[in-house]
């Protein structure tokens, strides 16, 4: 695929590269409070990319956050520049009322607001219209109560982004809506887990949470279609960021077969490391042109053909992330695994990307489906 970015785009990913790199370098040197990096997201104009100009924003789109995302993947960093740029944002904009979107975009792009979402619920295994929360309406106010799995960086949110229930049988299409709760609301309780690459996550539990009726997102019943096309967006963030784990990984795996000595001679001249090496070279490259054609098609307007190009790039850079990181476990040998070498902490970064928002399997049945010819079989 020829792929090439234009001159706005590569002076967007030489930003976002000198950003994440300073970011880690500060990390490891002297860790800095997560909320004062967000604020240099947000001074740099990366946490407003999806957002429109009149919110503050740069007006991008997919293109432009799976290169920001890269960058984040090469440094490893745990912001939640997916969930609330990628995700959060793009759904607050579609289908927010004007004086939602006044209150809550530009804050969002300053940096004063972080939005994550939480869709996914126990046992739903990545459907997002299994959902068992319910919201009951009591007036002017709605009763929210159910549990949600794996909210990424929900303990950092001011503002969760909670699907429910209110009518509809536990898995239909319908009756789904979104609702905008602030995290300190009574009744939310928030249990921070850390996840195996290291990301803050929290499992949820609403306990009669009351919120305004105006906290809904968007039109009752129908939240659906947008919560699905903002995932698809988040899924191709994520096989940005992948890359750039993946890109990162390779060129550690390069230079330490480059360095590493045996017999007299760096272990990288023996012929059979050689052709690993190159076979790792081409499932990054496999990744990097379906995590772009992924980027591009989140903003198609035809769900079918964005759930094909999402699903296939999911497919491609879960099998190019287990490659590449088995690849180079085994050419960098025991020193691999350990916690203080560079290839397990990218490695364990690619197995966590692989389950978000959807396993290898799973999307392999959503490519299946989309790309099943329509009418009777016989």
Known sequence: MDFILN????????????????????????????????????????????????????????????????????????????????????????????????????????????????????????????????ARAEGERVVISGRKAVVLNAPEADLLLVS????GAHGDPEGLCLYLVPTRTPGVVLRAITTLDGRPAAELTLNAVTVEATARLGPAGAALPAMEQAVDRGVAALTGEAVGAMAALFDLTAEYLRTRKQFGAPIGKFQALQHKLVDMKVALELARSVAAA?????????????????????????????????????????????????????????????????????????????????????
């Open 294 to 378: 992924a980027a591009m098609a989140v903003d198609v307007a035809d769900a079918e053909v964005r759930r094909r190009f999402i699903a296939a790039a999911k497919v491609q850079v879960a099998r190019s992330g287990r490659f590449i990181g088995q690849a180079a476990i085994q050419l960098h040998g025991a020193m691999g695994m350990t916690d203080e070498y560079g290839a397990g902490r990218y490695l364990k970064r690619l197995v966590v990307i692989g389950a978000l928002h959807g396993d290898l399997a799973h999307h392999l049945e959503r490519f299946a489906a989309s790309t099943e010819p329509a009418g009777p079989r016989h």
């Open 164 to 167: 429910a229930r209110a009518s």
């Open 7 to 134: 001159e706005e785009q590569t002076l967007l990913r030489d930003m976002a590269a000198r950003f994440a790199a300073d970011a880690r370098a500060r990390q490891e040197k002297t860790p800095e409070a997560p909320d004062r990096r967000w604020s240099r997201f947000a001074e740099l104009g990366l946490l407003g990319l999806t957002l429109s100009e009149a919110h503050g924003g740069l007006g991008g789109g997919g293109v432009e956050t799976m290169i920001v995302a890269e960058e984040m993947g090469r440094q490893l960093l745990t912001d939640p520049f997916v969930p609330t740029v990628a995700v959060a944002g793009p759904l607050i904009a579609a289908l927010g009322e004007a004086t939602q979107q006044a209150q809550l975009l530009p804050a969002l792009a300053a940096g004063d607001l972080v939005v994550v979402p939480a869709f996914l619920e126990p046992e739903a295994r990545y459907d997002l219209a299994q959902v068992a929360t319910t």
